[in-house]
């Protein structure tokens, strides 16, 4: 809308003799300008290291969650049955391997993830559950390096439940 007159309009912002509520946020501008931009093309190289890290996680005896479900390829999340996320997450930060236990939105929440609950996933099996992101940096190594942890973590679970 344009208008000529300002006195036509009732002054509630801060700034502009109140006519404007606020600043523009340029930096997020321009952040979204540049991911407007940025490259895309390890997309695919992503979803391919995470169908082969969830075929190795499904061999190893983990769950992957939604499995067979079309998801992004840069976000995965996987139960290692008998071992509390909060465990996994002690032990993979140990081992220098960033993990979240839950979404971004609800890091630091001890809160069962709502996400989950609404996917049909029961709270115990939840309260098993990390997740792990791609980038354009992630490659082979990592995954199996991810996944030498992951043997060992599984594997001294099980060895104190036996």
């Known amino acids: 809308m344009l208008v000529r007159d300002l006195a036509q309009l009732s002054p509630s912002g801060g700034q502009e003799q109140g006519y404007r509520a606020g600043t523009e946020n340029l930096p997020a501008v321009t952040g979204f300008a540049a991911a407007l931009d940025a490259r895309r093309d390890w997309l695919g190289e992503a979803a391919l290291l995470r169908t082969q890290l969830e075929e190795r996680i499904l061999a190893l005896g983990g769950e992957v969650i939604a499995d067979g479900v079309t998801r992004i390829a840069t976000i995965g999340a996987y139960r290692m049955p008998g071992v509390a996320a909060k465990a ?4 993979f930060d140990l081992a220098g391997i960033a993990v979240s236990a839950g979404s971004a939105c609800s890091s630091g929440s001890m809160k069962p993830s709502h996400v989950l ?3 049909g996933v029961a709270a115990d099996a939840a309260d098993e559950v990390i997740r792990i992101s791609f980038g354009p940096e992630t490659r082979a190594t990592h995954i199996d390096r991810f996944l030498e942890e992951w043997t060992r973590i599984f594997a001294r679970a099980q060895e104190r439940a036996a």
Do not use: H, S, V
């Open 117 to 119: 609950a609404a996917m």
């Open 88 to 91: 996994q997450l002690i032990q």
